[in-house]
């Protein structure tokens, strides 16, 4: 996507949900990578906010933490999930916490523009979270 002048990716695995509970598989204060297999990745050809951090360009892991029920956030870091210490949290955002109409039977991400804010959004199961950045100025 491009979000004002910066082009982003995201790379990421798609699991199923083979009538499991998304939540069942995630422990409270774990962090999560989002997918499947590799780590998802985000990676941008310009500095990003991201809760009120600058992310430097480049590719960065995406991660997500799950605080407790509807208490989300969605972390940058320089390590993948298995690896993952408070060192490796370059920037956090909170993420806010929807049901979806529908149910989603695999892991989708998608990034949209929003008015220069880019809105990151995962649906697994009738989970739906969103995160906001921003290009740096």
């Known amino acids: 996507a491009t979000i004002g002048t910066a082009h982003i990716t995201i790379d990421?695995?798609?699991?199923?949900?083979n009538g499991r509970d998304p939540?069942?598989?995630?422990?409270?204060?774990a962090v999560w990578r989002m997918g499947s297999d590799a780590s998802t990745t985000l990676e941008t050809d310009q500095d990003l906010m991201v809760g009120g951090t600058r992310v430097p360009k480049g590719k960065h892991i995406l991660l997500a933490r799950y605080?407790?029920?509807?208490?989300?956030?969605?972390?940058?870091?320089?390590?993948?999930?298995n690896q993952y210490d408070a060192g490796a949290k370059i920037a956090?955002?909170?993420m806010t916490v929807e049901n979806a109409k529908a149910s989603a039977e695999t892991v989708s991400i998608s990034l949209t523009n929003k008015n220069?804010?880019?809105?990151?959004?995962?649906?697994w199961g009738k989970m739906l979270l969103k995160?906001?950045?921003k290009p740096a100025s």
Do not use: H, M, Q
């Open 12 to 17: 990421y695995g798609r699991p199923s949900l």
């Open 23 to 29: 939540l069942s598989l995630i422990n409270p204060g």
């Open 67 to 81: 605080d407790a029920p509807g208490k989300w956030a969605l972390v940058f870091s320089s390590k993948p999930y």
């Open 92 to 94: 956090e955002t909170p």
């Open 116 to 123: 220069g804010t880019g809105v990151i959004e995962l649906a």
């Open 131 to 133: 995160a906001a950045i």
